[in-house]
């Protein structure tokens, strides 16, 4: 609590002054005949009491990680002169009505109030941002904010050629231009618009403006545009750019699938093998890209790993939708409308307090790349047309219909392993308490369940063997501890009657670590059994579907959807499992998720026991779940 006091103490003294003054610094008014001071003088004076005066940072703007948010991104609009598949459905997008979009006075005022608690870098998106008209006054009014050193804007680079000098002059000091193939044909394919030649005119006066360097956002997609890395990269040995390849990330209608991500190792290892003198540059605080460089080269390379290695922990971003809505990660679906608390009246420090609980409430990280291609969020050109990490990403058209099991292609991603065993490593399974162990209340005994005859057990079923004394020292759990344990402690089921029917969601996992031998084989689909992969997909699916068939006290759900698939991890001579069912009922389907890979993984080891018995499942768990009335639950 005593940030929060301290920094509203210190706003208190700085807004004392006679003057309004952001920085605190000592002005007073000029006397009758005094020669006024010029603007400069006093921007640099003011400018020089605050590098000798240092603020705290803003309590508003720090989250319970103690991360700084200092960077600022602000949509302008949600429409676009592009329509790139990566970053809106094929159907298109509704979008907002415009009397409910921020107006230009409600931008300036909400990014002056930023800026005030701290932010010193904002970047304008959209949408695409240089279509909207008083783009270049929007940024000659931040430009005259106290304190912002950055104002950047992220383009496709369609009205940059045009708008570029207008918008330098008005203070525009950072650009970032989309542009994910150097092939007009295929740019055109891309967008579904033409305009390459105008992306490339814009780049290019960029660079005769000075801009230095020029960042090129390209989100690389298998079987899209991951044949053109060296072409990018030949780009920068004669141009001051910095070439960002990002990892395709998903979002509403992009048809995200993790087999059409290139992870940065990959892509780094294609570059080594062109360049082996590549060598990594420091990285700087809170940035978002691992750069690179070539000696002698001009530019460099920089890679937004934001699937395979995230960089939650030093994320410093914020982001305001073109409607007003604060998100405090790209990835969480969690807004907080700052444009009703504007329209309704709110003072600053009502807004204040709006936006410092929704930082408060910022998760260390976000879910994690399967979780996030489950989850309900914005289409990308509702959020900001590219990446934000530091711009966007694109699809492909999606597997046909004659591969709805995704298995096509699944023997020729090997290289891919590696990502895909960097994700899991760290999601180890906590230790899980012996199954004979006390029940919660205190004192309770010990129950033991054998299911072979002996002497102190009856024959004819599982019988309770007592290994505490007779007497009980506590009570058992209430249904309200156990839910399929009643008030006596025998198992009962849960009545779901009265439940209300909501979507339900649950995402799970297992791997099959193999061995070299049995991977080999189920690699080059050379087992005498036949095809372990897809068998052990079709088992996963059956799997789910009679789940309340094999768990006694499941009930049994009319599921809408099962998704299974099967990853090869070549470092690990394994197989990850992935299973994804979907219902609409009064209960969930974690427990159909879970049975659909563990029976998967199962049927593998079936598959592979006459080549190896060192076969070994582990990692079943959980990874997600949407739709109860508990509230989801995301595997961190």
């Excluded at 033991?448 to 020292?473: E, F, G, I, Q, T």
């Excluded at 070549?570 to 890979?597: K, N, Y």
């Amino acid at each position: 609590m005593a940030a929060p006091v301290v920094s509203r103490m210190v706003r208190r003294v700085l807004r004392s002054s006679i003057r309004s003054c952001n920085s605190g610094a000592p002005v007073t008014q000029p006397r009758p005949g005094d020669p006024s001071q010029s603007a400069a003088e006093e921007l640099s004076r003011r400018r020089q009491f605050l590098r000798e005066h240092p603020v705290p940072f803003s309590a508003f703007l720090t989250d319970s990680f103690g991360r700084q948010h200092s960077y600022l991104r602000i949509s302008l609009t949600e429409k676009c002169n592009l329509r790139c598949q990566y970053c809106m459905p094929e159907e298109g997008v509704p979008l907002t009505p415009k009397v409910d979009l921020l107006t230009t006075e409600e931008i300036l005022m909400l990014a002056r109030l930023f800026v005030k608690e701290g932010v010193d870098k904002i970047r304008l998106t959209g949408g695409e941002p240089l279509i909207r008209p008083d783009v270049v006054d929007i940024v000659a009014q931040l430009h005259r904010l106290e304190g912002l050193r950055t104002i950047g804007v992220t383009t496709n680079g369609i009205n940059l050629a045009r708008l570029l000098p207008q918008l330098q002059k008005a203070g525009l000091n950072a650009i970032n231009i989309s542009l994910d193939t150097l092939v007009p044909a295929k740019f055109e394919f891309i967008v579904r618009r033409k305009g390459f030649h105008k992306v490339m005119e814009g780049l290019h006066k960029a660079i005769e403006l000075g801009y230095s360097p020029v960042k090129v956002n390209c989100v690389v997609m298998r079987g899209l545009n991951e044949d053109e890395l060296l072409d990018f990269v030949a780009l920068t040995e004669g141009l001051p750019l910095d070439v960002r390849f990002i990892e395709y990330m998903p979002f509403d209608g992009n048809k995200w699938n993790f087999k059409k991500m290139v992870s940065y190792k990959e892509m780094l290892d294609t570059l080594r093998q062109r360049w082996p003198e590549l060598e990594k540059l420091p990285e700087e605080e809170s940035s978002t890209a691992k750069s690179f460089k070539i000696p002698g080269f001009r530019g460099h390379v920089s890679f937004i790993t934001s699937m395979s290695e995230h960089f939650c922990g030093t994320c410093n971003r914020l982001r305001i939708t073109a409607d007003g809505n604060l998100k405090v990660c790209l990835f969480g679906n969690a807004e907080v409308s700052l444009r009703d608390h504007l329209r309704a009246g709110a003072s600053e420090e009502e807004l204040l307090s709006i936006i410092g609980a929704a930082v408060g409430r910022k998760k260390r990280q976000h879910a994690g790349m399967f979780n996030i291609s489950q989850m309900k969020n914005r289409p990308m050109i509702l959020i900001e047309l590219f990446l934000m990490l530091q711009d966007s990403p694109p699809a492909i058209p999606s597997i046909s219909s004659k591969d709805s099991l995704g298995v096509q292609g699944l023997r020729h991603r090997v290289s891919f392993s590696n990502q895909v065993a960097t994700l899991w490593a760290g999601c180890r399974v906590p230790q899980t308490p012996p199954l004979a162990q006390r029940w919660p209340g205190s004192g309770s005994p010990q129950r033991h369940y054998c299911s072979h005859p002996d002497s102190d057990s009856n024959p004819k079923c599982l019988s309770p063997v007592s290994r505490a004394p007779a007497s009980r020292s506590g009570p058992l759990p209430t249904s309200d501890q156990l839910t399929h344990v009643d008030t006596e402690g025998r198992a009962a089921m849960v009545d779901v009657g009265g439940k209300p029917n909501t979507e339900r969601v649950a995402v799970a996992s297992a791997v099959v670590l193999l061995g070299p031998v049995a991977f080999k084989l189920v690699q080059e689909n050379q087992l005498k059994k036949g095809d372990a992969l897809v068998v052990a997909q079709l088992a996963g699916i059956q799997a789910a579907k009679v789940t309340s068939q094999l768990i006694p006290l499941c009930h049994h759900v009319a599921l809408s959807h099962v998704q299974l698939q099967l990853e090869l991890d070549s470092t690990r001579h394994a197989v990850v499992i992935q299973a994804s069912c979907r219902a609409q009922g009064p209960t969930g389907v974690e427990m159909e998720a879970l049975t659909s890979a563990a029976v998967a993984a199962l049927t593998l080891y079936d598959m592979c026991k006459a080549v190896s018995r060192d076969i070994v499942l582990e990692e079943i768990k959980l990874i997600s779940k949407t739709g109860g009335q508990r509230g989801d639950f995301h595997r961190t």
